[in-house]
């Protein structure tokens, strides 16, 4: 019986071989009915469609010559459908049901056939089930092997997928510049599984807006990478375009989904991935991913993958534009806080520079300053803020601001730096009770203060947002031209580099100096005498604090430099930047140089008076004799009367000896000097007082005056300008 149906099963498949054209169609089109995902991509429905025909002639061929199901061996197209559903993310169900339902369509033709090849039920009925046994282990065996080849593409995919993400982790976004950002996920997108990458950034997005006004949105190519012998995109680097409306990537944009297409006629782009970039519920851009050359289209495999690396991408992206702005306004208040133009005065010639900090660091509040004083003198100020970002710039400004205000009133340089000292300690309280305070801020978190083995530098520390004390360097100078002498004090701020005329560069001994915010410790000060030429080097520690090298690397490198011959104190600076700072700078930097010149005899006369109201006819005609000599005669009237007033206040109210000096410098400067500490007010005098009125006219003919302090008296000042004359109205 056995023989006999064997026999049967044979002829009956004989005769379903002879229409196998027509089963394969019915075939086919009972999968597209029930299993359509397996033919929406083109080029897995043609494997789809070979597969059907070959399993289809395998089975009837087997079926024919009465083989075992296990003889029957699976062919390299059928493997690599499998392998295709596994890329594409379909389930291995929908697999074995297309085995399933294809089987049952070729067991009903076969057993159609059966009745109409004998009248014997019995064998009929054997053969059937012999038909159908076979007819399973065969597509058991191949849901076998289909499985078997699905996970094993599933398992080599994920591997795949989560090397490239790795991958991806650590090429993408390795530093905070936009453009290099993107275009290292183009360069990885190209090397793994795209023929050409573009990425598009909304031009509103890298101007700092998270929203764009009215009218079409607007890109900008900021970064493509194409495989070679793929031709380039039409949009240019850098190129401001925008996409119509129903275009794929204006799809992206507007919905935050990417799209899946084709594109072109042959020849041009095979498939494209459009993957919006999108961080902290931002849309930033678009990412295309383009095959030309790949035989198969991207699969959702691929755009699992093209969104992971996007939206790496976009976070890397977003945290560099949130960088490149806060950067942005933190050098432009640095900028609008330092000084554009250095004061015009006589006593030094001024070269500076300000380097922001490269990298991450970001702006930090470096300064310089050059400030001119009374008796033609110039203070010269160098500080360093501790910490980076736009707290460390305000800091700086408002470090500034205190030291011109405390300048503005003639304070020696310890004393200066005492009230400054007081002046951070205040900043440091307000900055500790804010409760706005921004304790994420990035800050420099070292603390204390140590001294550092450059010429006994102490650097200072201690953050100064989040709540933490603010700490801040600072050196001030104060040069006279008259006497050639700088007196000099500094707070935890590197020491500065004396350039003789002869061109040696050594480095000044100071005090060190506590750096400020601490409180309760003094300043000292030094005196030094200056000659004519000498060039005072004032900078901060990002100049000579480097990876490669130390400070005292850094400070030997400074001197070296210094002390070559230049042709302007401008070639200088560039000189120094170019030795010490070949690349950006890790810190920010500070450079200030000032070449000394002096006043002398031909530019200052100073005579003695005695302490008698008789003095003072003798100083007006003194006052008027020297003006002649210089040429000043049209100042003669106005600096008799300033003097005049300046000598009478101090017969009346100051102790001898009473000394006049006259500088004629860029203007004309009148000092009258005693050694009482008393210092003049103006006050209103009323109808019937006799005096009170010397330092109002002085105060009115004057283009400035003021008082300062020293340990052995005071001296009152007033400098006269070009157009120092008598005021408009009556002053009684």
């Not at 205190?402 to 440091?428: F, G, N």
């Amino acid at each position: 019986m056995d023989a006999a149906a064997d026999r049967l099963v044979s002829c009956a498949t004989r005769e379903v071989r002879l229409r196998a054209d027509r089963l394969i169609h019915d075939v086919e089109q009972a999968l597209r009915r029930e299993v359509p995902e397996i033919w929406e991509d083109p080029d897995t429905a043609q494997l789809m469609a070979e597969s059907v025909a070959e399993h289809i002639l395998v089975a009837l061929a087997g079926l024919e010559d009465g083989l075992e199901p296990s003889l029957l061996s699976t062919s390299a197209i059928d493997l690599e459908r499998t392998r295709r559903v596994a890329r594409r993310g379909s389930p291995i169900s929908v697999m074995l049901r297309s085995f399933r339902l294809g089987q049952g369509v070729v067991l009903d033709r076969l057993l159609a056939e059966l009745p109409k090849l004998t009248d014997d039920a019995e064998l009929v009925n054997t053969a059937a089930r012999r038909l159908v046994a076979t007819a399973t282990g065969y597509v058991d065996r191949l849901s076998e092997q289909g499985v078997a080849t699905y996970q094993e593409e599933r398992d080599r995919r994920l591997r795949w997928r989560l090397s490239m993400v790795n991958d991806a982790s650590m090429r993408i976004g390795t530093t905070l510049d936009i453009v290099r950002t993107t275009q290292e996920l183009a360069d990885l997108a190209t090397e793994y599984f795209a023929d050409l990458v573009t990425v598009d950034l909304l031009d509103s997005a890298l101007r700092g807006h998270d929203r764009q006004a009215q009218g079409p949105l607007m890109l900008r190519r900021v970064a493509q990478r194409s495989a070679e012998g793929v031709p380039e995109p039409a949009t240019l680097p850098q190129e401001l375009h925008s996409w119509p409306d129903g275009t794929p990537p204006a799809r992206a944009l507007l919905t935050g989904r990417p799209v899946q297409h084709r594109s072109g006629p042959a020849g041009s782009a095979h498939a494209t991935l459009v993957v919006p970039l999108r961080a902290r519920d931002s849309a930033l851009g678009i990412a295309q991913f383009v095959r030309h050359r790949h035989p198969s289209a991207f699969d959702d495999e691929d755009l699992l993958l093209a969104q992971e690396i996007a939206a790496r991408a976009a976070v890397a992206v977003d945290n560099a534009r949130r960088y490149t702005h806060a950067r942005s306004a933190a050098l432009t208040l640095q900028r609008s806080l330092l000084p554009r133009h250095t004061a015009r005065q006589s006593a030094v010639d001024i070269a500076c520079r300000y380097l922001p900090a490269g990298g991450q660091a970001g702006v930090g509040g470096d300064w310089y300053d050059v400030i001119p004083l009374s008796g033609a003198r110039v203070a010269l100020v160098v500080g360093d803020v501790v910490g980076h970002g736009i707290h460390a710039a305000a800091t700086m400004g408002r470090l500034r601001t205190a030291v011109r205000t405390l300048a503005d009133i003639d304070l020696p340089p310890d004393e200066l730096l005492t009230h400054l000292d007081d002046v951070v300690l205040r900043l440091s309280a307000e900055a500790s009770t804010d409760p706005d305070t921004d304790t994420d801020a990035d800050t420099d978190t070292d603390t204390g203060w140590d001294a550092a083995q450059a010429g006994g530098t102490v650097v200072a520390a201690g953050g100064q947002e989040g709540g933490e004390e603010i700490g801040a360097t600072c050196l001030y100078a104060v040069y006279d031209p008259v006497a050639g002498r700088c007196t000099l004090a500094r707070a935890g701020h590197v020491v500065p580099v004396v350039v003789a005329v002869d061109g040696t560069a050594d480095l000044l001994e100071l005090p060190a100096g506590p750096p400020l915010g601490l409180g309760g410790l003094p300043f000292e000060a030094a005196e030094i005498d200056l000659p004519e030429g000498s060039v005072l080097a004032l900078y901060t520690d990002g100049l000579i604090e480097a990876r490669d090298h130390d400070v005292e690397t850094g400070l030997a490198l400074l001197r070296q430099t210094l002390a070559r011959p230049a042709p302007s104190l401008e070639a200088t600076c560039d000189a120094v930047l170019d030795t010490l700072l070949p690349t950006r700078p890790e810190d920010d930097v500070a450079l200030l140089l000032a070449r000394t010149h002096i006043l002398g005899g031909d530019h200052v006369v100073s005579w003695e008076l005695d302490a008698d109201p008789a003095a003072v006819s003798q100083a007006r005609s003194d006052v008027a004799r020297q003006l002649g000599v210089w040429g000043l005669e049209e100042l003669a009237f106005t600096a008799e009367l300033v003097v005049s007033e300046l000598v009478t206040n101090a017969v009346r109210y100051g102790r001898p000896p009473i000394l006049l000096r006259l500088i004629h410098d860029r203007s004309l400067l009148c000092e009258v000097s005693d050694t009482s500490s008393t210092t003049p007010h103006l006050r209103r005098a009323r109808v019937f007082d006799e005096g009170g009125r010397g330092l109002l006219l002085v105060a009115q003919l004057a283009e400035h005056w003021g008082t300062r302090h020293a340990r052995g008296g005071k001296t009152v000042w007033a400098e006269l300008g070009d157009s120092a004359g008598l005021p408009a109205w009556d002053i009684g």
